[in-house]
Each structure stands twice: as C-alpha cells, then as structure tokens.
C-alpha cells in the first residue's frame, strides 16, 4: 500500500467520461477536466514498485469521511514524473499508470467532486 495527497482547486471540474489525472502542477484550468487533483505528492519510484509487483490495483480516494475506489490494472512501463493519468481504455503511455478503470472522471462521487473545488482542500490517495 502506498499513499499521498493531492490538493483541490477552483477550476476542477471532474467531467471527463476516460480519465483521471493527478499532477504535481499547482494549477489547472477548465479545460482540465480529467483532473482531480493538484500538488499531488507523490513518488514515482514507489509507483513504479507497485505497478511492477502487481496486476490489478486500487486506487481509493479519500476526504474528510468520504471515499470512493477505482479498480484498474497496473502499467509497468509507468514512468512519469509529474502526471499520474487513470484510463478506462487500454491505451498506454508513460503517464499511463492504469488501464481498463473501472471509473473516469465522471463518475467519481461528486461529493468528493464538490470539496475538491475548493482551492487548498487535501484528499489522500491510496493505491494497492
């Protein structure tokens, strides 16, 4: 199990029907609409262990006493130091840490969604 945190922002808007994205920018605009968070404080050499070691993985996301999971199979060739993307299809990159979710944007609670909007809320991220 590995976890970090992520923080929220004005323009998130959580819409995106194939993805999901975690950055390390401190921003993001309107046009962002896979991202869920920013500031994500993550390792990416933690990742590339889990996505190495394990074919399916969790990603649970977690804010105050709300949480939602997402299931997905791990990309071993992630290698990404600043992008963290979640896909439903099976398309790869170096971004790419998991594909065939099980959610998108979309379709994560949009309680979480709401709180996220504002500017400097912390979630946690947990993946195993």
Known sequence: ???FTISGHKNITSKHRNTIEFTKDDFVTKKGDCILGISAGFD?????????????IKIILTIDNLKDEINAYSNPDFNDE???VIRKSDFNSKRTLAVKSDKAAVDIDREI??????????AIVIIK
Do not use: D, F, H
């Not at 990416?44 to 394990?54: R, S």
């Not at 969604?113 to 912390?122: A, I, P, R, S, W």
């Open 113 to 122: 969604v709401e709180k996220l909007k504002n500017q400097g809320q912390k």
């Open 1 to 3: 199990m590995y976890k």
């Open 82 to 84: 600043n992008e963290l």
């Open 44 to 56: 990416i050499k933690k990742l590339k262990e889990i996505t190495k070691k394990n074919k399916k």
